[in-house]
């Protein structure tokens, strides 16, 4: 008898503690809910933009270009406007010979939103005449909104794109109610019926599986993926918590935000916001019956029913998610016919995955933690306008693959095939316009354009000549420099006797020549009688910030650069002594377009003019006659392009670095193990270079002439001065600095023919003081 | 030479434009009043319309980025320069304002006006930060160029 009451007794306490344990397990999850739900927001991605495409008459940009651009951006070309509201909001053009009326669409920039406004384009030949509304009334300025070129993602680099659920179709809220959770507006979060029906029907093909909507949430927002019984009863118990505390409506938004839908390369698609765009390159609003339809396809498994890769049966599920919501008479029998009927419609754009262009978007995501920290990166939405120019890009892209695969077949070396990087950069302001980090430009990895330091040759030649020039009284561009066999002898080290390139010496020869044909041993001499310290520092003072150690062999570019460096010091050649930070971000704002940066264009007058100006006269000197003549198969001799090839020992590395009017770019190519190349300058990096510049279509280099500079008529041959000498060249000269003696072929009159040129001069300018006050 | 020179300058000054019809000319004030940016194209000049109104409202920010925005379609106009060069000042960044200055002058050619105006502010930026010498000569350089 006691016996049996010490076991009741023994049960009610089992019992007691397990209900005071179940109490205290469901009080945990209650908080838990609480907490989380309430205190969970998502991870939104900083989403990075390209610069944004300024339209203006007078814009150099091919009608073409243009349509590339706009159908990049996911604009559709009508034939003509059809829809009054879809054109309202913007998103199309139409084309008619060479006019191109555009519905921009409304987009927040960083300094204010603009609206969706319509515009009409006239071009004239390679660039826009004239800008106007569809009334033809002149417009000044409109701003197209800038591609997205990737992201900063959360972890397992979630992407969505948060909506709220008044802007979710109703067909789509009705089509996920018939195919996962038919009483979800009824339940307490979880259905006794459909468990049980689950549980009946394993194996067969009935859709319906066991857990409601509010149960999958619980699962994707609290829990791991196992499954167990524990897990299974703590996720019924959270989803009956969850319908507690929070409305039908709310639950239903947090899910359709969540919700996985997709894969695209290494970015998860998230909600139902962002599938809308990447599979149908729309809003989620504007989603047909049949475009909702196959989202809800998808929540059963996005890579079963990937339309792209499973059209079949993605189709299959699509037709039957409308079948069972015209069961659910959610649809008229006329809706469900139509939406059966289309076609699956998904956009052939191929996705990009976290960004189509890895290499620039790593070099925006270092530049940005300097100023935020990487969580606030990966989540909070950051919006960040950079200065990718997408025809720059492309460009850049395509002639350094297509340029590699060239070589690669003529040299046979196998695999690893040959590498590059290219850095394009407006060489005013220092905005980084491009940049490749090798010959697979989706490649996310080694980013060489960046990262690879590689001995740059030849291109720190400019360097020596430059700190030659600052030196007027001693050096001009005909002062006769000794290009004989050069020995520098160092304690401790071995004897550096630098070699030519054709192996020859070419004795004296004038300065500009020397640069022009790259001529080492002049070179090195000069560069030692100037002192190595005294070169290198002015490397430094172009930008240069990496410390180089004095060697004699740094003159001729034993120092080991990346491109990214290179075009920082090529920048400050190009726009005159001015040196500017290379930039790849302008501003940054919240989600919610609140400014919270600029990054505004800085520049410091590292050098006078004058010897800058020398500089780029004599570069543009390596293109007319010295060894990147080349580049005349690409582009005509009136862009007058400065520049400088760059090649290394045993011809590991080939190196191109010029500008024009416009754009400054910086070209290499090589191994990535060092294996010698066997090209040179230029005739591996140039062409890449030349093709990229031709795509281009650059303005033309117009030097802008200092005030003490004047340009003197000099014998190629005496370098001295002779207008009538044959083959006499108009060289520019610091004030005083130019010979004063005439050459032996110079006739008597010549000093007569250079005074009045000079008086001339004088007059014309003077006149235009006049004129211009 | 002289003679054709000469010849060259009396040529010059019979076609002095447009002095104003009737009355006298106005005389020459100084300071000068800021020039508004001289340029052919309407979508430049508008920026600069509205680079003004922010600048006057005290939104130097929106002003600099308005100038930038005009300075990507023509970065060798030397008043946008100038303009950014005032702007910077206005913010009390002095060494950027000198800079710009300076990247004005270098694109200025032969109009003295507008350097002897970059020059000021060159003399107004260095007086800012203590160099009373710098600023003198940069000073001398601007009245060199108004007599001119």
């Not at chain 1, 927040?108 to 515009?119: I, K, S, T, Y």
Request: hydrophobic share 40%; aromatic share 8%.
């Amino acid at each position: 008898m006691w016996q049996r009451k010490k076991i009741l007794r023994a049960a009610g306490i089992t019992f007691l503690v397990l209900l005071v344990g179940a109490g205290a397990f469901t009080l945990y999850l209650d908080h838990r809910v609480r907490t989380e739900f309430e205190g969970r927001r998502f991870a939104l991605p900083a989403r990075i933009y390209a610069r944004p495409l300024e339209l203006h008459a007078g814009l150099r940009l091919a009608l073409p270009d243009l349509e590339d651009e706009l159908r990049e951006l996911g604009y559709k070309a009508l034939i003509e406007k059809a829809d009054p509201t879809r054109e309202a909001e913007g998103g199309w053009y139409v084309r008619s010979g060479e006019r191109l009326d555009v519905g921009l669409r409304a987009f927040m920039f960083w300094d204010g939103a603009q609206p969706a406004r319509q515009v009409r384009l006239a071009f004239d030949g390679g660039s826009v005449g004239a800008l106007t509304d569809t009334e033809g009334r002149e417009v000044a300025l409109a701003r197209v909104e800038p591609l997205p070129i990737g992201g900063i993602y959360p972890a397992g680099n979630e992407d969505r794109v948060l909506v709220r659920l008044a802007e979710v179709p109703p067909h789509l809220v009705k089509a996920l109610i018939a195919t996962e959770d038919r009483t979800y507006f009824t339940h307490a979060g979880f259905s006794l019926r459909s468990m049980a029906r689950a549980a009946l029907s394993v194996g067969s093909s009935r859709m319906q599986g066991g857990s409601t909507i509010t149960q999958q949430l619980v699962k994707n927002f609290f829990l791991t993926p196992e499954r167990t019984l524990r897990r299974k009863l703590t996720e019924l118990v959270m989803a009956v918590l969850l319908e507690i505390h929070y409305g039908k409506e709310e639950i239903l938004e947090t899910y359709l935000n969540e919700i996985y839908l997709g894969q695209d390369r290494d970015r998860a698609i998230h909600g139902v916001g962002l599938a809308a765009q990447y599979y149908f390159g729309k809003e989620v609003q504007h989603l047909t019956v049949a475009e909702s339809a196959l989202l809800v396809a998808l929540v059963k498994g996005p890579a079963v029913y990937d339309p792209h890769r499973h059209a079949a049966r993605a189709l299959e599920r699509r037709n039957l998610v409308l079948r069972e919501t015209r069961e659910q008479n959610a649809l008229t029998m006329e809706e469900y016919a139509a939406a059966r009927a289309a076609d699956l419609g998904v956009s052939r754009k191929p996705g990009f995955g976290t960004s189509p262009y890895p290499a620039f978007l790593s070099l925006v995501h270092r530049q940005l933690r300097h100023d935020y920290d990487e969580a606030d990166l990966r989540s909070e939405g950051l919006r960040v306008f950079t200065t990718l120019d997408p025809r720059a890009q492309g460009a850049a892209e395509r002639a350094l693959t297509k340029r590699l695969a060239q070589f690669d077949k003529d040299k046979r070396f196998g695999a690893p095939g040959l590498e590059g990087a290219i850095v394009v950069t407006d060489p005013q302001s220092g905005e980084i316009q491009a940049l490749v980090g090798g010959r697979d430009p989706r490649y996310r990895g080694y980013n060489r354009a960046v990262d690879a330091a590689r001995p740059v040759g030849s291109l720190l030649k400019p360097a020596i000549y430059l700190t030659a020039l600052t030196d007027p009284a001693h050096y001009t561009l005909v002062t006769p420099v000794d290009d004989g066999p050069f020995v520098w002898k160092s304690r401790g080290a071995p004897d550096w006797e630098p070699e030519n390139y054709d192996k020859k010496f070419h004795g004296m020869v004038p300065l500009r020549t020397a640069l022009a044909h790259s001529y080492n041993a002049a070179a090195a001499r000069l560069g030692t009688e100037l002192g190595v310290e005294r070169v290198l520092g002015n490397v430094k003072k172009l930008g240069v910030e990496r410390e180089l150690r004095p060697f004699a062999s740094a003159l001729l570019g034993a120092v080991e650069l990346s491109p990214l460096e290179v075009a920082q010091m090529y920048q400050t050649i190009a726009s005159g002594g001015f040196r500017s930070p290379l930039r790849a971000i302008r501003e940054v704002t919240t989600q919610e377009g609140k400014p919270l940066q600029r990054y505004a264009l800085a520049v410091e007058q590292a050098f006078p003019q004058e010897p800058m100006y020398l500089l780029a006269a004599a570069l543009q000197g390596v293109v007319r006659e010295g060894t990147a003549q080349g580049l005349k198969a690409f582009l005509p001799p009136e862009i007058g392009v400065a520049g400088k090839t760059g090649t290394t020992d045993e011809q590991r590395d080939a190196w191109f670095a010029g500008f024009t009017g416009d754009r400054l770019g910086v070209v290499w190519v090589g191994y990535d193990d060092n294996r010698a190349a066997r090209l040179s300058g230029s005739t591996a990096a140039l062409p890449v270079w030349g093709d990229m510049m031709a795509a281009l279509a650059p303005e033309p280099l117009a030097l802008e002439k200092p005030e003490r500079i004047e340009t003197v008529w000099i014998d190629p041959q005496s370098g001295l001065r002779g207008v009538s000498c044959p083959g006499a060249l108009e060289l520019p000269f610091v004030q005083g600095s130019a010979p004063r003696d005439m050459a032996p072929c110079a006739s008597p009159v010549d000093g007569a023919v250079e005074a009045v040129g000079q008086t001339i001069e004088k007059a014309k300018s003077w006149f235009e003081r006049l004129f211009k006050r | 030479m002289r003679f054709f020179a000469a010849l060259l300058l009396v040529l010059a000054a019979c076609a002095t434009p447009e002095a104003p019809p009737g009355g006298p000319a106005p005389p020459t004030a100084e300071p000068a009043p800021p020039p508004v940016a001289r340029t052919e194209n309407v979508a430049v000049a508008g920026l600069m319309e509205s680079a003004r109104a922010d600048a006057a409202a005290g939104k130097l920010t929106t002003a600099a980025a308005s100038i930038e925005r005009a300075l990507r379609i023509e970065p060798r106009n030397p008043r946008l320069w100038q303009e950014l060069a005032r702007v910077r000042l206005q913010q009390e960044q002095f060494v950027q304002a000198e800079n710009m200055a300076r990247r004005s002058n270098s694109f200025a050619g032969s109009d003295n006006t507008l350097r002897a105006e970059n020059w000021r502010l060159i003399a107004q930026t260095l007086e800012a930060r203590g160099d009373a010498d710098g600023a003198r000569a940069a000073r001398e350089s601007a009245e060199k160029l108004s007599s001119h």
